[in-house]
């Protein structure tokens, strides 16, 4: 049976492939002729304890735009350097920037072999940050995360975007949605602080502010039992992490004020790599190959009991081993596979990177699957030594099918059956065998996407830089959530009316506009005192077209279309625009190079802002001191270098889009004329949610050894938005929203980085790091906060989306039937009370108050390393909703054992477990801890010696494992994943849904 396909978009397409021409034009084309002497220098960078070859580091010739990349040997060449003394500048992520002369002859080949030395944190390093070519890391008063790209993805093989950031930043949290193929996680930063609003980072590519879209894809019609919560996948994802050279991370407000109303939730910005002025082009072919599956399925998804009628038997059914079982295996063994390839070089005043990639995966069940082309091109055309002008271009074109959970689905029809209470169906709930949903049910997306910048960076005085940075991000994006027209034997199962299948189709068109201009005047006002003062502007334009239609009723198999159906739903349009335009201005002192002071103000205003509302100010100050280079310091200390900063800072999160306006529906009058009803009141007042955030923090380096990076923030978001009931009088039904509430956010942030061992046959580096977030509601204007039932509720006092039960505290065994007796709930002080009339109790929060990570690389000898890496997340509580709907009997009879079996449980756990136990809110026990540790990622590299690879420049294998174990006491099917959107709402849910999947990857990397 044919499976739905989706038409490309031609104009980005052709784009990408006029860009590629052009590169190759550039490759193959003679160099333009020399006007003076020139030299070659060659040579390799190698790490100063090892004697390690050192992959992609960054060697410049001083004055000129003549570089090159180190190839995975460690070796470079430049081609063209001038005749004379030449100074090379060499810099990697985490180690210390050096220069080093060379003297260059006019013939023959000059050798330069460079060493670096280990520095987790390089304060001469450059970090972007709004203005004009960026700050030196020595100046900056606020934390900023910076991880390489190609250093985490050679260890990793990490095949998307968020397990490339995953785990590798202190207080950055991936969220993962489910298991299937396609679905995207959502990020925080430093948790939750706003209780309606997106909480997600705002994420740049190039200078460009992008689509970070999660929660997309198809939208289920309404009654649809195939469709629930399959609008899982995400724009997050579709940037090839083998085209990313770094990721910098700006954490909160303090860091974020310059980038105004929307970054109260911190900032990505993704740096792509642009090749380099080295002479030859380099070549790089990638392909990776690996197995997906289902870890331990027969014991993780549970066994159910029921006792049979007749014979009084209790029998125990496990519907992933009975369909093993049987021959037909609920999951089977999916597979990825992804091939890339790329070229990078540059010819005088050209550099250019180039890259395509294609991803074909196969999941655990046959309608899971994805199909992802990726092509990206990075140009930068140097025409004077003032001038520079950079354009970068991606396309991704997606095909997924996304599969099916949550709702009727093969895996909640083993998690919640049993053979006695679905007989016609081997046991599957809701007498549906896997069959079904797996051949029937086709959640799929189609996307087109393109992603171009052009960037301009002017020069025209010593003392004046200026850049501006226009571009687009274009998203376009057919989401089709399908029941098939069913064959007879399936249609048996499902009845007539279910059998003739029905369709919503999404149609998604979001496309972002953004121009930036910033400008930095640097003067040096004193021998000790220098100054640079520093303006911006933004404009961004944000318009998403979305367009629903549907029906039920397909005339015949393999009709799939919304013109064939013969009942159709009511069609849906709707235009969201959202436009932000702003300006900054930031002064900066520095002292000696060693003592910055910094300065900002942020203006901005939103189309999303009451009509009575205009204009916000954000403003921000910060201080850096680089202590160790003071006279005062001593010259054999074992802190090698100290930085120690503070800094506060402002910055916004927007109204969604309407909510501040009033709005009318349309209406048929009397004699059928147009006419209007109320519909949203409005608030003419409203404005953004304010984000203002203190940090204190150091970064140094102690005994030459270990690197530390530490920072304590305090948060408090005010005017944070809440919706309140109004008055029927006022003419409008429903509720307003109004800035009323307040929640604050503290913790602290550690990143830690060991030398552990350097020899020049063995060395070992530990990385770890650790983070803690409390978020507390301090204010709600009055409005909710009252507990009238169990589950989640915002309360003063408490956590966003706090969990409150009523709690059982003590019970009796009835000596006849072993079930409980005497059940009694937590009181007023503690006293034991009848559970209908306790009071809800606080049992904990949905978000992990402490996460972090260890990872450890060991290299023996040149040529092999291994590498690993566990995660963990404490502190908070995860739902097992599978167990609750097992133990009640939600699917017509309890299938959890202790109904059984009653003996073996303690009667406080079997009280929490009868029929009752929903409707009087004693669930708290199927509100686990969710603390886990896992074993997220698991490589080992050989790379291997050139006399092996003749032809080539440079080979490597890895074999790499990711998601392999977890520790944890959650008894559910895993403590992570969670059906709901995680980004806008703090609510736990994990009905039938498949965990993160297991993966095995082997990759061959080649280089010439």
């Known amino acids: 049976m044919g499976r739905t396909r989706f038409r490309r978009t031609a104009w980005p397409t052709r784009v990408a492939c006029g860009a590629v021409a052009l590169l190759a034009v550039l490759v193959v084309a003679p160099p333009v002729s020399a006007q003076t002497a020139a030299g070659t220098i060659v040579g390799q960078v190698t790490e100063a304890r090892s004697n390690r070859p050192l992959a992609g580091v960054t060697i410049q010739v001083n004055g000129t735009r003549l570089g090159a990349v180190t190839t995975e040997e460690g070796r470079y060449r430049i081609v063209g350097a001038p005749v004379g003394t030449q100074v090379l500048s060499v810099r990697r992520l985490g180690y210390a920037s050096a220069q080093q002369s060379v003297s260059v002859g006019s013939t023959g080949t000059t050798t330069a072999n460079l060493q670096l030395q280990p520095q987790a944190t390089s304060l001469d390093e450059v970090v972007v940050t709004g203005t004009a070519g960026g700050e030196v890391r020595r100046s900056i008063g606020n934390a900023v995360t910076t991880i390489s790209a190609p250093e985490a993805t050679q260890k990793s093989a990490s095949q998307d975007l968020s397990s490339l950031i995953g785990a590798r930043a202190p207080g950055v949290a991936i969220a993962p949605a489910t298991g299937r193929l396609g679905a995207a996680p959502t990020i925080q930063i430093r948790g939750r602080s706003s209780i309606g609003l997106d909480n997600s980072p705002l994420l740049y590519i190039d200078g460009v502010r992008v689509n970070n879209a999660s929660a997309a894809g198809p939208v289920a019609p309404a009654g649809r039992l195939g469709g629930q919560a399959s609008n899982v996948s995400g724009r997050l994802n579709d940037v090839n992490p083998e085209d990313i050279e770094s990721i910098e991370i700006i954490k909160g407000p303090a860091a974020a004020t310059i980038y105004g109303t929307e970054a109260a939730n911190g900032v990505i910005q993704i740096i792509t790599k642009k090749g380099a002025t080295s002479g030859a082009p380099a070549v790089k072919l990638q392909v990776q190959d690996g197995i997906i599956w289902f870890r331990d399925a027969a014991n993780r998804v549970p066994t159910n009991y029921a006792r049979n009628a007749t014979t009084g038997e209790i029998i125990a059914w496990n519907g992933v081993q009975s369909e093993a079982d049987r021959g037909t295996p609920i999951f089977t063994t999916g597979q990825t596979r992804q091939y890339t390839g790329s070229v990078s070089g540059g010819r005088d005043v050209v550099r250019y990177y180039a890259s395509g990639s294609f991803e074909n995966d196969l999941g655990i069940e046959p309608n899971n699957s994805l199909r992802q082309f990726a092509s990206h091109v990075n140009m930068t055309i140097a025409p004077s030594e003032k001038l520079d002008f950079g354009t970068s271009i991606n396309y991704v074109n997606l095909s997924s099918h996304l599969g099916a959970d949550v709702g009727v689905s093969a895996l ?173 201005g930031q002064q900066q002192f520095g002292w000696r190079d060693r003592l910055f002071v910094t300065a900002a103000l942020r203006v901005d205003n939103n189309s999303a802002f009451g009509e009575d509302f205009k204009w916000i100010t954000y403003p921000k100050l910060s201080a850096s001191w680089v202590v160790n280079e003071e006279s005062f310091w001593p010259a054999n200390s074992y802190v090698n270098s100290l930085k120690l900063r503070a800094a506060y800072g402002e910055s916004g999160r927007q109204p969604t889009a309407f909510s501040a306006l009033r709005t009318y529906s349309p209406a048929q009058g009397p004699g059928g004329v147009s006419a209007v009803t109320p519909n949203t009141i409005g608030n003419p007042s409203l404005k953004p949610e304010r984000g203002k955030e203190l940090e204190l923090g150091f970064e140094g380096q102690v005994f030459s050894r270990l690197g530390l990076d530490f920072t304590y923030f305090s948060k408090r978001t005010q005017d944070v938005i809440i919706s309140q009931p109004i008055a029927p009088s006022s003419g409008f039904a429903g509720n307003q929203f109004a800035n009323l509430g307040r929640v604050d956010n503290h913790g602290f942030e550690l990143l830690a980085t060991l030398q552990a061992m350097a020899r020049d046959n063995f060395s070992w580096e530990v990385v770890g790091n650790i983070a803690t977030n409390s978020d507390v509601i301090k204010d709600l204007g009055g409005i909710g906060g009252v507990v009238l039932s169990a589950g989640q509720t915002n309360v003063v006092g408490y956590p966003i989306g706090g969990i409150f039960t009523r709690r059982i505290i003590s019970a009796d065994r009835d000596p006849a039937t072993g079930l409980p007796i005497n059940v009694l709930c937590e009181g007023a002080g503690g006293a034991g009370v009848a559970c209908a009339t306790a009071p809800f109790q606080y049992i904990g929060t949905p978000t992990p108050r402490t996460t972090g990570s260890v990872g450890n690389t060991v290299w023996i000898g040149k040529n092999l390393r291994l590498y690993g890496l566990v995660d963990f997340k404490r502190g908070h509580r995860a739902y097992n909703q599978n167990d609750l709907l097992r133990c009640i009997g939600a699917a017509g009879a309890p299938t959890c054992r202790s109904s059984y079996y009653p003996l073996e449980y303690d009667p406080v756990y079997l009280a929490g477990h009868g029929t009752s136990t929903a409707g009087l809110g004693t669930t708290d026990q199927f509100y686990e801890s969710g603390n886990f540790a896992k074993l997220r990622e698991l490589s080992a590299t050989v790379t291997v010696p050139p006399r092996f690879v003749r032809g080539f420049s440079a080979a490597s294998i890895t074999v790499a494992g990711r998601d392999l174990h977890t520790w944890t006491s959650f008894t559910g099917l895993d403590p992570e994943g969670n059906l709901n959107n995680v980004a806008t709402t703090a609510n736990l849910g994990n009905q039938g849904l498949v965990p993160p999947l297991s993966r095995l990857l082997a990759t061959v990397n080649l280089s010439f």
């Open 412 to 584: 909640l029809g083993a998690v919640v059956g049993h053979s006695l209470l679905f007989s016609a169906a081997r046991g599957f709930y809701p007498n549906f065998p896997p069959e079904v949903p797996q051949t029937l049910y086709d959640n799929a997306q189609g996307v087109n996407r393109f992603t171009g910048s052009v960037t301009m960076n002017h020069r025209p005085l010593s003392w004046f830089s200026q850049r501006l940075v226009a571009g687009m991000d274009l998203t376009s994006d057919d989401s089709r959530a399908i029941e098939r027209f069913a064959t007879p034997d399936l249609g048996a199962f499902i009845g007539p009316v279910a059998g003739a299948g029905r369709i919503g189709q999404t149609i998604r068109r979001n496309t972002i506009a953004s121009v930036d201009y910033a400008g930095t005047a640097k003067f040096q006002l004193t021998n000790a005192l220098s100054s640079a003062s520093s303006l911006g502007g933004q404009f961004f334009r944000t318009e998403l077209n979305k367009s629903f239609l549907g029906g039920t009723g397909f005339p015949g198999l393999g009709v799939e279309t919304v013109s064939a159906v013969s009942n159709p739903a009511q069609a849906t349009q709707d235009q969201t625009i959202n436009t932000t335009i702003g300006a900054y």
